[in-house]
């Protein structure tokens, strides 16, 4: 099966950087994605890393060890707009490649 | 290019009663995602269809929700009877394929509330 850990909550103050960490269990990997969502809205995708290393996307980078399990999703001069659950989710390479998600991490930016 | 269209917005419906949900992937991808999202949860897959066929349904509760992609375009989700559990957000999203960058594109969702 697949498994995902990730923080509930972290919280930064605007300007700051915040790193938001995932570790994995799964019998197959294929690659790992970070999702923002804000308050009732829909996921919408931020980042995936298939290999390990780091993939930067303005402001927002993704790291990926595959070899420990572990990845984390790095935002930059946090923003107010920040503020947002973001879920790590983990495709397997069994089972259709299915994309399974963690509970998310809800992150508060303050002034 | 138009996004993931999902129908109704919002949903409330008796204990026992049915509801169907509908979503219209992004033109082309191959692969439709049902999702479950509790309140303060990560959205839990619930089917997954590669084309016009199911891929994964294993955490999906046959004995009361069925799902079907006609065409391998759009879809419908059912819930027949429903439980007050079920009172989620239902969320449909769309991949080019198995073998794409990873990434799903998620419509509005589907509010359903069950008292």
């Known amino acids: 099966g697949q498994s995902l850990e990730q923080p509930s909550e972290v919280t930064a103050v605007e300007g700051a950087i915040v790193q938001i960490n995932c570790t994995y269990q799964?019998?197959?990997?294929?690659?790992l994605s970070w999702y923002q969502q804000h308050d009732g809205g829909a996921p919408t995708f931020l980042s995936y890393n298939a290999l390990d290393g780091l993939e930067e996307t303005g402001r927002f980078s993704s790291f990926l060890s595959r070899s420990d399990s572990y990845g984390y999703l790095l935002l930059q001069e946090l923003q107010m707009k920040d503020s947002a659950s973001y879920f790590c989710?983990?495709?397997?390479?069994?089972?259709?490649?299915?994309?399974?998600f963690g509970a998310g991490t809800r992150l508060f930016v303050k002034a | 290019e138009a996004g993931v269209a999902q129908s109704p917005r919002y949903k409330i419906i008796e204990k026992r009663q049915s509801v169907a949900f509908w979503c219209n992937p992004i033109s082309g991808h191959a692969t439709l995602y049902w999702y479950q999202q509790i309140l303060g949860q990560g959205p839990k897959l619930l089917i997954q269809f590669q084309n016009n066929g199911v891929v994964d349904d294993s955490q999906l509760p046959k004995d009361r929700f069925s799902a079907e992609r006609l065409k391998g375009v759009d879809s419908t989700l059912k819930i027949q009877p429903a439980k007050l559990e079920d009172s989620a957000v239902y969320l449909c999203?769309?991949?080019?394929?198995?073998?794409?960058?990873?990434?799903?594109?998620f419509g509005e969702g589907s509010r359903l509330t069950v008292l």
């Open positions: 999203a769309s991949s080019r394929g198995v073998f794409s960058t990873g990434e799903l594109f």
């Open positions: 799964t019998s197959g990997f294929y690659g």
């Open positions: 989710a983990v495709r397997g390479d069994t089972g259709g490649f299915k994309t399974i």
